[in-house]
């Protein structure tokens, strides 16, 4: 699940669980946050945060 957010500014995004990735409009960072981290959003425009994939390791399967 994906949530937009328009010239949020100033706003603070947290992670409460697992792991959210964040990016902003203009920017080329992307923000991956884990449990108990938080971030302001920086950059007037649309932001949009939502959950991060899992990050696989050698040997990992696949999801499908």
Known sequence: CVHC????????IMAVSGT???TQARDRRDVILTRGQSF??????????GRAPAPRGPGSPRRR
């Not at 957010?5 to 603070?12: I, M, N, S």
């Not at 302001?40 to 945060?49: E, F, K, N, P, V």
């Open 5 to 12: 957010v328009e010239d949020g500014k100033g706003l603070e």
């Open 40 to 49: 302001i959003l920086d950059r007037q425009g649309r932001a949009a945060a």
């Open 20 to 22: 959210v990735w964040i």
